[in-house]
C-alpha cells in the first residue's frame, strides 16, 4: 500500500492510496483518537471513488461516527485499465439508456462481470487497510447500486464485515448469495424505479438470512433516493460498528 | 376542557383532562419557549393514554423536538363505557388470539367501528387543544396497530394535520382513505408479521397519494418493532413540522 497524496479540511484527512494497480482514498479524522472501525463505500456504476455521492458519505461517517473510510475505483471505471467485456457492454448499456430499452438484463449482466473482478481487489485493500494502526474494529461496507452488486458477493465472502447497506438493484443474480449473509442489513429501494422492478428489489430484500434487517422503499424513481438516508445510514453504521453518533 | 392533574419531571410537564366524557393527556416542555408543534399519538388495541409506548414516546418529542404530545383514551378502551359491540367483539378477540384462528377479520371490523366513534372525539380534543397559547403550528399524527385504524381517516378528514406515522395494520379496509391522503408519511411494518399478511401492508402503504412516504420494514413478529423506529418517528416529525430536533 502507497500513500500518493494528502488533504486535510472540515477536521477530514483525506489520503489517496494504492493497494497494487487499484486507487484508492482514505478519509479520517483528522485528530485521531485511537483506533477506530472501517467503512467501505462502493461507488456507483460510471462513478468514481471520489464522486459526489462516495465523498459527501465518508464524510459524514467521519466526522459523526470517527470512522475511518475507503473507497477504491471499480474495474474498467475512472481511466483504469479496461476489458473486451468493459468496451463491449459500455456501449450497450448506454444505447439502452437513450433508447428506452429495458437496461435491467445488461447491467446486472455487466455489473456481475465487474463484481467478479471487483472482489479480489477490495479483499487486498483491506488486507492493506488493517495492517494501519489506526483502524481497528469491526468493518461496515456501504453500496448502492453497482455497489450493491459488488457489495453482496464481497459481503458473502469476508467475515470482516459486520454490518452493510445496501440497495437499488435487481435480485435475480444476487439472491443466492444473500442467503449466506447474516449481519445486519439496511436495504434501500425506490418504490416507483423505472428501471427495477417493485417486486425484484423485494425479493432481495427478503433473501438477507440476517435477522436484524430493515428495508427503507421510499417513493420516488430511481435517482431520487432522499438525502435523509445518508443520515439513517450514520446511525445504522453506528448502533453496529460500536461508536456512539457524536452529533 | 378542563385539566384534571399535573406532574412535572425530567423536563416534561404532563397534564391529563377531559374533553367532554374524553380522557386525555398533554406533555409539553417544562420551560415553554413560545408556541410549539404538536403530534397526537393513537394508542394501541387493549391499551390506553398513558401505555409505556406512548409515554416513552411522548417524551422523545418533548424532549428532543420540543413539541407538545397529546393522547386520549380510545372509546371502549381504559375505563371508559363500552357499547354492545365492545362486550360482544372483545371476548371474540380474545378467544381467537388464544386459539390461535386468524385475528384480522376479527380486528379489522372491530377497529373500523371503533374508529368511527374516535374520529369525532379526535376533532373536538384538537380543537380544544388548539385554543392553548402554547400549542401552535403543525400537528402531527402517530399511531401503529389500533391507532393506524383511527388515524388514517382521522388524518384524512383533518387538514390540520400535516405529517403522520402509521403501519402494523391490514389494508383491506384503509386503502380508500389512504389514497385521499398527500401529507408526508412514514409507514412502519413487520416483515414476518404472523397476523398480517406481507402483501396487506405493502398494499396499504402503496395507497397513499403522499408524493413523500417511506416504508420502515423491519425482520421481525408483530410486536418486534425495534426501538430505533421511535428514534426514526423523532426525526420524521422534526423535518416536517419545522423544529430541528434538539438532540
Known amino acids: 500500500m502507497h500513500f500518493t497524496a494528502q488533504t486535510s479540511a472540515n477536521g477530514v484527512l483525506e489520503r489517496d492510496f494504492t493497494v497494487g494497480e487499484v486507487p484508492g482514498v482514505l478519509w479520517s479524522p483528522a485528530e485521531g483518537a485511537g483506533p477506530a472501525p472501517l467503512v467501505l463505500i462502493g461507488h456507483g456504476g460510471g462513478r468514481d471513488k471520489k464522486a459526489p455521492p462516495v465523498a459527501g458519505r465518508a464524510h459524514l461517517f467521519v466526522t459523526r461516527c470517527g470512522f475511518h473510510v475507503a473507497a477504491i475505483d471499480a474495474p474498467g471505471h475512472a481511466g483504469r485499465p479496461r476489458t473486451a467485456a468493459d468496451e463491449r457492454e459500455v456501449p450497450v448499456m448506454q444505447q439502452a439508456m437513450a433508447t428506452g430499452e429495458p437496461v435491467g438484463p445488461i447491467v446486472r449482466r455487466y455489473n456481475a462481470d465487474i463484481a467478479e473482478r471487483a472482489v479480489p481487489e477490495w479483499l487486498e485493500t483491506l488486507d492493506a487497510l488493517e495492517e494501519l494502526p489506526e483502524i481497528g474494529g469491526p468493518v461496515g461496507y456501504f453500496g448502492l447500486n453497482m455497489g450493491t452488486?459488488?457489495?453482496?458477493?464481497?459481503?458473502?465472502?469476508?467475515?470482516?464485515?459486520?454490518?452493510a447497506v445496501f440497495?437499488?438493484?435487481?435480485?435475480?443474480?444476487?439472491?443466492?448469495?444473500?442467503?449466506?449473509?447474516?449481519?445486519?442489513?439496511?436495504?434501500?429501494?425506490?418504490?416507483?424505479?423505472?428501471?427495477?422492478?417493485?417486486?425484484?428489489?423485494?425479493?432481495?430484500?427478503?433473501?438477507?438470512?440476517?435477522?436484524?434487517?430493515?428495508?427503507?422503499a421510499n417513493a420516488g424513481k430511481h435517482k431520487e433516493v432522499p438525502r435523509f438516508e445518508a443520515d439513517s445510514a450514520v446511525r445504522f453504521f453506528a448502533r453496529h460498528l460500536g461508536k456512539a453518533e457524536t452529533v
Open 149 to 163: 452488486a459488488i457489495g453482496v458477493p464481497l459481503t458473502a465472502a469476508d467475515p470482516r464485515i459486520k454490518a
Open 167 to 216: 440497495g437499488i438493484f435487481w435480485h435475480d443474480d444476487l439472491v443466492d448469495t444473500a442467503k449466506r449473509i447474516t449481519v445486519p442489513i439496511e436495504f434501500v429501494l425506490q418504490w416507483d424505479d423505472q428501471h427495477i422492478p417493485r417486486e425484484s428489489g423485494l425479493a432481495l430484500f427478503d433473501a438477507f438470512a440476517s435477522a436484524e434487517k430493515t428495508l427503507h
